[in-house]
């Protein structure tokens, strides 16, 4: 979706505060004992109450209102029985649609008793986000996202999973451009459009290359296995700084 108008704007950032606030809310109620089905409950009737629906269940009749992904799984995962343990690495991926506006947000969130090496992977991946959303802006090379990521995390001693793009989003999910690398790439083209919406959500790792899929046909793992985190917002790009849809308030 490319915005022209200020009331398309202002309805991506109001689904944008819906996902936020959901995703923040089932981060603060993650405790040792639920089940991850509790958690996703959780999240589908905060969007319920907001008038919003489920995006991955509405487009893809996914078997959950988000999705949850518990250590090993890096994406995708499926709400269920699985019940969250102290210390586990978990993924929260809010996407949810109003009005006939998407948006989607993601971040990793690390239980007590926090692990040294994953905090700094989980400070690291936020870290790189950012510097992905730094180079989206009118004019500026699609490709200059995941160029900037890469060179973040060679400096730091990271791998990027390379299979897991961001994409263009607003009227749907996932909308055209369908793949836009975080990890660096040669012979992309394309530029950014003023008023573009896209996802940035580079996957951060001590050592995973690829995504592959678990035997549920939905569940994302690391190849090699090594942790993984993911943090996402939407945004708009425009002839400044970019404009982040997925803030809480």
């Known amino acids: 979706m490319t915005i022209t108008h200020q009331d398309e704007l ?3 950032q109001h ?10 809310a089932m981060a603060k109620a993650l405790e040792p004992g639920m089940t991850t089905a509790e958690l996703d409950d959780l999240g589908a009737r905060m969007l319920e109450c907001e008038g919003a629906v489920s995006a991955p269940r509405s487009c893809y009749d996914f078997p959950g209102a988000t999705c949850i992904s518990v250590n090993e799984e890096i994406a995708h995962g499926i709400p269920g029985p699985r019940v969250i343990q102290a210390g586990d690495l978990i993924n929260i991926d809010v996407s949810a649609s109003k009005n006939g506006f998407f948006a989607d947000t993601g971040s990793s969130w690390q239980l007590e008793p926090v692990r040294s ?22 004019g500026k090379p699609l490709a200059g996202i995941g160029n900037a990521v890469g060179k973040f995390a060679e400096k730091r001693g990271y791998t990027l999973i390379r299979n897991l793009a961001s994409h263009g989003i607003g009227r749907g999910l996932h909308e055209d451009p369908k793949e836009i690398a975080t990890w660096p790439t040669r012979g992309d083209r394309r530029r950014i459009e003023k008023g573009l919406v896209l ?5 951060l790792s001590t050592g995973g290359l690829w995504a592959d899929n678990g035997e549920d046909g939905w569940t994302l793992y690391s190849t090699p296995m090594a942790p993984v985190v ?6 708009v790009a425009t002839a400044g700084a970019p404009i982040i849809v997925t803030l809480p308030g």
């Open 10 to 12: 202002e309805g991506l």
């Open 15 to 24: 689904i944008g505060r819906i996902v936020a606030n959901t995703m923040l």
């Open 117 to 138: 090496p994953l905090s700094r992977l989980c400070r690291d991946g936020r870290r790189a986000m950012e510097t992905g959303i730094a180079e989206v802006g009118a």
């Open 199 to 203: 996802t940035v959500e580079p996957f």
């Open 230 to 235: 993911q943090y996402e917002h939407t945004v």
